[in-house]
């Protein structure tokens, strides 16, 4: 029997196990695909297997018994336990962000990324982090109304699953600024998803209208592209896309001449 054993999912490259059982004085172990170790006798008071800076990954310990009178566990039937290893903290990502210049007050940003089970923030001149929150949905958003005028920061760490959290810094940040001067574009017949498919559609070309209050020119670039040169409100983004994901990227100018 194996007192002490890891959890099934840790975040630590070090366990001590206790060895123990009825009759059990002396015992034998091997990690994963090593050889059996010597032949060492029952502490009961100190751990008896200590294994330290173990790699990341899937870990298994194979452990077998011998009595006063000789007899052995079968090798074939050992005592086990299995556990992972996951030290790697996870990295926040932050998706429906405000543009860098936007003239609206109102933010709400969603959290994600790979392993990524909690998180917590700062906007601005916090001094604290918030609670925690969990990105099980409806939960991963961060949500502010009524900002002001002016340079906004928000940071954003993450925790997962093993406990390990996002280092304070190296916070996932953006910065954007408020002005009530800047313009937005607004864009009209977007692709149109599949029916219970959300962002998903069969149709390659796209033919995307720009608009907005004041906006009377724009510039576009799709996915990792270059920017356009500035084109006329009356011309659509008329494009003919391959399959896969895509992105569309859209600045808008008003009739003051500001982007």
């Known amino acids: 029997v194996l007192n002490g054993t890891p959890a099934s999912l840790e975040n630590t490259k070090d366990v001590s196990i206790d060895v123990v059982g009825d009759g059990v004085v002396a015992f034998k172990y091997r990690l994963d695909g090593g050889t059996w170790s010597e032949e060492t006798d029952v502490d009961s008071l100190n751990p008896d297997i200590v294994l330290s800076g173990l790699a990341e990954g899937s870990h298994i310990l194979y452990v077998i018994g011998r009595d006063a009178a000789g007899n052995w566990q079968s090798i074939v039937a050992p005592t086990t336990c299995s556990w992972s290893i996951d030290v790697t903290a996870p990295v926040a990502e932050l998706f429906n962000t405000p543009n860098v210049f ?9 959290v994600g990324g790979a392993g990524v089970t909690v998180f917590k923030y ?3 001149g916090d001094v604290s982090w918030s609670e925690e929150k969990s990105v099980v949905l409806p939960a991963p958003h961060i949500s502010a109304i009524d900002l002001v005028d002016g340079l ?11 406990g390990n959290w996002q280092a304070d810094g190296d ?3 953006i910065s954007w600024t408020i002005d009530p001067n800047t313009p937005e574009a607004e864009l009209s017949n977007t692709p149109t998803p599949v029916s219970g498919a959300d962002q998903l559609t069969q149709g390659k070309t796209t033919s995307i209208n720009v608009g907005g209050t004041d ?8 996915d990792l592209e270059a920017w ?12 003919t896309l391959t399959d896969g994901t895509h992105t569309v990227y859209v600045r808008g100018l008003n009739n003051g001449g500001i982007w």
């Not at 906004?152 to 093993?162: I, M, N, P, S, Y």
């Not at 906006?215 to 799709?222: C, L």
């Not at 356009?228 to 494009?239: A, N, Q, Y």
């Open 102 to 110: 936007t003239n609206n007050r109102t933010i709400d940003v969603e």
């Open 122 to 124: 700062k906007l601005d």
């Open 152 to 162: 906004h920061t928000l940071k954003v760490v993450a925790r997962d699953e093993a």
């Open 171 to 173: 916070a996932t940040t």
């Open 215 to 222: 906006i009377v020119s724009y510039m576009y670039k799709i």
């Open 228 to 239: 356009s040169g500035t084109i006329d409100i009356s011309v659509p983004i008329s494009r």
